[in-house]
């Protein structure tokens, strides 16, 4: 069977960690009997540097003519003034929207063999796996006004949280759907004490709930979620939260699995239920890291990890996606690692040689 990948590098450490996804993916292919043809195209920095725009017009139509999208990261400091007009994150917050990807799943899971590898204790991190949703194109990324201006008295700015009762009630049952298959209880996380945006929320959340009796929902203010996250993540499972929210509190939680280039995500226009397949954009949660490019250490696993998500929700490829994730838990089972997870005793590899493990593991 053949599909069509648009596969967007990107800027920094983007190029070097979809290399080794997509070497992955074409062990995949070559195990399996599957043929995927890329589409390659640019966006963010250097999309501004050819074009003068962080997403050209042919990136999205390729993105909109794709199975799915692969992408890597964007942004980076040559591009960082914050008086620019244009700015590579653009082209990231550009497709999500032209694509309705609104929602993006994060999941966090603590594998055993790095339960000493991350900077908390391993009595509180022991047993993690839990998922955060985070609503993805409302909030105060894309509400308005937006701008900034100068006055007498100064220069002001503002930025608009702006949220829906669709929007809040599609993103709430992608919470409760996916809670259903894991643990039944869902977590939703707001600031009821404080905006009304976040009251509208809670109010939906709980008229929502007579649909899943089978859920426990419980609702939580966002400050005192990111202190549960450091405390007692083995309680959480599924969380579902706005777009702010989820922005940080995700990048907290990859603490808990030791380093941001072990977190995969996945941005859908929904929850396929089993047997379906639906539209999606998979990056890993970390940035371009330019300080680290062309260096060979990026951990390419967060990138892999999003490919065996790609795999399972667009392509629908259970076992493909369950043979990408037991090859990465069986090179870091034999003692692998970048230098971000690295620890005493076990064999520092770097980007090119993490993708060529974890592939030789699939083939």
């Known amino acids: 069977m053949r599909f069509n990948i648009a596969v967007l590098p990107g800027d920094g450490v983007g190029p070097e960690v979809a290399a080794e996804g997509v070497k992955v993916l074409e062990a995949v292919g070559k195990r399996f009997g599957h043929s995927f043809h890329l589409d390659y195209a640019p966006i963010g920095g250097v999309a501004i540097d050819e ?18 999208v692969f992408l890597a990261a964007v942004g980076g400091p040559k591009w960082d003034d914050p008086r620019a007009k244009v700015r590579p994150e653009d082209g990231l917050l550009g497709l999500r929207k032209q694509l309705k990807l609104f929602a993006n799943l994060r999941p966090v899971k603590v594998l055993p063999m790095l339960v000493d590898s991350t900077n908390l204790k391993p ?14 194109t409302g909030g105060l990324y894309f509400g308005k006004p937006k701008k900034q201006w100068q006055t007498a008295a100064g220069r002001k700015a503002v930025d608009s949280l702006v949220y829906s009762e669709k929007e809040v009630e599609r993103i709430l049952r992608v919470g409760f759907e996916l809670a259903r298959t894991r643990r039944k209880k869902l977590t939703s996380v707001d600031k009821a004490n404080v905006l009304e945006s976040s009251r509208l929320w809670r109010q939906i959340a709980i008229e929502l709930s007579s649909d899943y009796p089978d859920v426990e929902l419980q609702h939580m203010l966002v400050d005192a979620c990111a ?16 777009n702010m929210f989820g922005d940080i509190l995700t990048d907290e939680a990859s603490m808990l699995a030791g380093s941001m280039g072990m977190l995969p995500s996945a941005s859908l226009a929904g929850i396929p239920k089993d047997g379906e397949r639906t539209f999606g954009m998979y990056e890993p949660i970390h940035g371009s890291a330019p300080s680290r490019t062309g260096l060979n250490m990026a951990n390419p696993i967060a990138t892999i990890l999003s490919l065996a998500m790609m795999l399972r929700y667009s392509l629908g490829m259970v076992q493909e996606a369950e043979a990408v994730e037991k090859a990465v838990s069986d090179v870091l089972e034999q003692g692998y690692r970048t230098y971000d997870i690295m620890d005493e005793g076990k064999t520092k590899v770097g980007t090119k040689e993490m993708g060529d493990l974890v592939a030789g593991q699939i083939v």
């Open 123 to 136: 009595a509180v991190v022991k047993g993690v796996d839990l998922i955060v949703v985070r609503e993805l």
């Open 51 to 68: 074009f003068g725009v962080a997403l050209p017009g042919e990136t999205l139509n390729k993105c909109k003519r794709s199975d799915a």
């Open 227 to 242: 202190m549960r996250l450091i405390q007692r993540p083995a309680d959480l499972d599924v969380i579902v939260t706005e």
